[in-house]
């Protein structure tokens, strides 16, 4: 079993910043790409930033040039550094992993639980 645990949300004012974090845990051979996804109330989930496990990232045109994505691939943990936060990016964060269990099996996404970021103006 595979476990995803966020933490790093919470209340910040227009302007200011937060970091998440996400580490992954259990039985599983690699972690190809990882990411974080948000989801606000009455919308969909959207992709925020991805990083494969060589490096290469993907941002949302939303946040390019504010977030930064980056992992440690030998603690198989993601983070998110979020600056200059808007209203808009008031959601739930959700980190999400590629997790490659046997060889034989294709990789399989795992969740995380969500965490809440409240960006106030």
């Known amino acids: 079993q595979v476990q995803l645990v966020e933490s790093g949300g919470g209340l910040v004012q227009a302007g200011g910043s937060l970091r998440l974090s996400c580490a992954a845990s259990?039985?599983?051979?690699?972690?190809?790409?990882m990411g974080w996804y948000r989801q606000a109330p009455g919308k969909q989930r959207e992709l925020v930033a991805t990083?494969?496990?060589?490096?290469?990232?993907n941002y949302a045109d939303s946040v390019k040039g504010r977030f930064t994505i980056s992992r440690d691939n030998a603690k198989n943990t993601v983070s998110l550094q979020m600056n200059s936060l808007k209203p808009e990016d008031t959601a739930v964060y959700y980190c999400?992993?590629?997790?490659?269990?046997?060889?034989?099996?294709?990789?399989?996404?795992?969740w995380g639980q969500g965490t809440q970021v409240t960006v106030s103006s």
């Open positions: 999400d992993a590629a997790v490659l269990i046997r060889f034989a099996l294709p990789p399989r996404d795992y």
């Open positions: 259990g039985s599983f051979l690699s972690i190809n790409a």
């Open positions: 990083i494969t496990s060589g490096g290469s990232t």
